[in-house]
T-cell receptor
Framework: AQSVAQPEDQVNVAEGNPLTVKCTYS??????LFWYVQYPNRGLQFLLK??????LVKGSYGFEAEFNKSQTSFHLKKPSALVSDSALYFC??????????????FGKGTSLLVTP | DAGVTQSPTHLIKTRGQQVTLRCSPK?????VSWYQQALGQGPQFIFQ???????QRGNFPDRFSGHQFPNYSSELNVNALLLGDSALYLC?????????????FGPGTRLLVL
C-alpha cells in the first residue's frame, strides 16, 4: 500500500522568508514523488517530481524539493516566499514498480499562507 | 497548446439522477485518469483509461463508470447519485511512452448533489 502524510494543515510564513511544506511517504517499491499546487476553485498544477537521480529537485516558480530516502520524506521548499504562493499544496506518491499501477496517492494537503 | 479541458465547470443534480462529465486530454497525451476531491481532502483515484480500456480502478463502487474514445477524450459517468458524491471531479492526462509519466490536471467539474 502507498500513502502520503502531510503533517501540517497550515503553514504561515512572512513574505521574503524561506518556506518548507512537509511530506512523508510510504511505498513498497521505488517512490515516484510529486508536488502539486491548487489555487481556489482551480485544478491542480504540477510543480515538480522526483523519479531518480539528484535528491534535490528544482521545479516551477522557484520551488524545490529534497528527497530523503532514510527519512522517507520529500519536503517542498522555497528560499523566499511570495504572497502569490499562498495556496493549497499537495504531495503525491506512486510506486515505481512495474506492476504497481498508475494511481497517484495524495496527502490531505497543506494550506500555505504568506503574509506581506 | 491547450491543456486538459473539462466540461461542464459546475453541475447541480438531485439524488438518484445520473451525470456525465467530460475530459479532453492535453495534446500528445493518450492516458486519462479521473479523481474525486471532496471538500477539504486530497484527490482520490477513481480509475485510469488507456487504449480505450480501464487500466486501473480505485476503491469506488460500480456506479462510477467511464469511457475513453479513439481521440483519447474521456467521460466519467455516475449513476444513482448520492449526496456524498458531491465533490470536485478532476481529470488528469499523461503520455504512456515512459514509466515516469507526469499527470497534468484539468480545472475540474464541481458537482453538487441535492
Amino acid at each position: 500500500a502507498q500513502s502520503v502524510a502531510q503533517p501540517e494543515d497550515q503553514v504561515n510564513v512572512a513574505e521574503g522568508n524561506p518556506l518548507t511544506v512537509k511530506c512523508t511517504y510510504s511505498v513498497s517499491g521505488n517512490p515516484y514523488l510529486f508536488w502539486y499546487v491548487q489555487y481556489p476553485n482551480r485544478g491542480l498544477q504540477f510543480l515538480l517530481k522526483y523519479i531518480t537521480g539528484d535528491n534535490l529537485v528544482k521545479g516551477s516558480y522557484g520551488f524545490e524539493a529534497e528527497f530523503n530516502k532514510s527519512q522517507t520524506s520529500f519536503h517542498l521548499k522555497k528560499p523566499s516566499a511570495l504572497v502569490s504562493d499562498s495556496a493549497l499544496y499537495f504531495c503525491a506518491v506512486r510506486d515505481g514498480g512495474s506492476n504497481s499501477g498508475y494511481a497517484l496517492n495524495f496527502g490531505k494537503g497543506t494550506s500555505l499562507l504568506v503574509t506581506p | 497548446d491547450a491543456g486538459v479541458t473539462q466540461s461542464p465547470t459546475h453541475l447541480i443534480k438531485t439524488r438518484g439522477q445520473q451525470v456525465t462529465l467530460r475530459c479532453s486530454p492535453k495534446s500528445g497525451h493518450d492516458t486519462v485518469s479521473w479523481y474525486q476531491q471532496a471538500l477539504g481532502q486530497g484527490p482520490q483515484f477513481i480509475f485510469q483509461y488507456y487504449e480505450e480500456e480501464e487500466r486501473q480502478r480505485g476503491n469506488f463502487p460500480d456506479r462510477f463508470s467511464g469511457h475513453q474514445f479513439p481521440n483519447y477524450s474521456s467521460e466519467l459517468n455516475v449513476n444513482a447519485l448520492l449526496l456524498g458524491d458531491s465533490a470536485l471531479y478532476l481529470c488528469a492526462s499523461s503520455f504512456s511512452g515512459g514509466a515516469r509519466m507526469t499527470q497534468y490536471f484539468g480545472p475540474g467539474t464541481r458537482l453538487l448533489v441535492l
